[in-house]
DNA sequence: TTTCAACGACCGAGCGTTCGGTCATACATC
DNA sequence: GATGTATGACCGAACGCTCGGTCGTTGAAA
């Protein structure tokens, strides 16, 4: 099920080296790419924001598309990580379902501008890396689904068996709407009103039925 | 509320003469658009496509982004002539609805690739020309606002007033989100059955509050 | 002496845009 | 009808520049 990730061949030897410039090139490039977008950021000033020069830069990747994906993985990654730290209080049924989208809510809230990012840019990356970057979407809608199966184990949910990717998906873009339907739900809404009306939403259908 | 068009100027003289050869470029650039995307077309593609020289394009546009600009105001034009007239028969509150959803979804379904090119593509206008084409969003969100409200004055719809543009805003982004989840939810679902769990969804929590 | 990360001047393909010029058409003049 | 002239849509070679990517060199460390 988990794409293989792709691995970046550098001309550097030492593979903690290699961690460590990475993740410089990672942070700089973020920052870019969120204010001028990938296409209008140059090699250059992402080698000179990671604080060498653009051989060095070529040194650790092999194209600018690299520096892409490293970034959405790197992104990923964080979003996935933070979502599960949300999810370890093992309470029950529905209300592990509120306080997922809850916790999950709040990441994308914080995390909006790379999150948004990610939404813009991801079709610049080539195929296969594009292929691995959706492959990560679809196992954070899958976490939702294995908390949706849950309840309905245990009863304190009723969906159609049919309804419950859709759930899943519907949950997670309803998250990812508050960062890039932001020019107009954050004029009207707070984040915590947002969740409350989201939540009723979702839990509605699930429980009338 | 509504902004003012944007007019780009053109060297040639003959208003019915633009009007054509501008039908060309969009016509023309959407493909291009949809299969490589806007940064990847080049303006010589553009205008080979076009049936015309680069000279000749750029008669009629004062510079690439200008095409991204047509282009996206074409689409959004198409989205909003169809949905209205989807929207004609008069029936009233929750049914009027029910169509509408139907209705505008088919319009996503149909126009995918269309709508999904704004979604990817709008980032790279100009400060000005997004500000004109996030507002076209708000007017089709606006459509739905409206018909809720209709549903809530004959009694038909039950929702809190807070809560009323946000439901409009989650019908018009469930409607998109088929189209930018493509690659997973229509490998799952039919469009008719995409549109039945996502009524439910948004009446179940309308009708039982 | 060997190794190798770091450097940055250099390359050249490709891009958006320009501009001097062509030519079909329309109209005026004889 | 023949001739001259103005118009304006159309053309595409060429320009200037940007930018991703390369490679010969340097200098520190082992």
Redesign the pocket.
């Known amino acids: 099920m988990t794409q293989q990730k792709k691995s970046i061949p ?5 593979p903690k ?1 290699i961690e460590k ?1 990475r993740e410089q090139i990672v942070e700089a490039a973020v920052g870019l790419f969120i204010s001028k977008g990938f ?9 000179r924001a990671s ?16 520096v892409l994906y490293l970034v959405c993985d790197a992104i990923h990654q964080e979003v996935e990580k933070r979502l599960k730290e949300v999810l370890v209080d093992a309470t029950s049924g529905v209300e592990k379902l509120r306080s997922a989208i809850k916790g999950f809510y709040h990441v994308m809230d914080e995390m909006q501008d790379r999150v948004l990012l990610i939404y813009q840019e991801i079709k610049s990356l080539p195929k296969e890396p594009m292929r691995y970057v959706l492959g990560k979407e679809e196992e954070i809608t899958a976490i939702f689904e294995e908390i949706l199966e849950h309840g309905m184990q245990d009863g304190s949910l009723k969906i159609e068996q049919s309804a419950v990717k859709l759930m899943a998906h519907n949950i997670v873009v309803l998250g990812e709407m508050w960062t890039f339907r932001r020019w107009s739900l954050q004029k009207h809404y707070t984040l915590e009103q947002y969740i409350n009306i989201q939540t009723s939403l979702i839990l509605g259908e699930l429980t009338t039925n």
Chains 1, 2 share one sequence.
Do not use: C, Q, W
């Open positions: 550098s001309m550097v030897k030492d080296l410039r296409h209008k950021t140059t090699t250059r000033e992402i080698s604080g060498f020069s653009i051989g060095t830069l070529y040194e650790y990747i092999e194209s600018k598309e690299d």
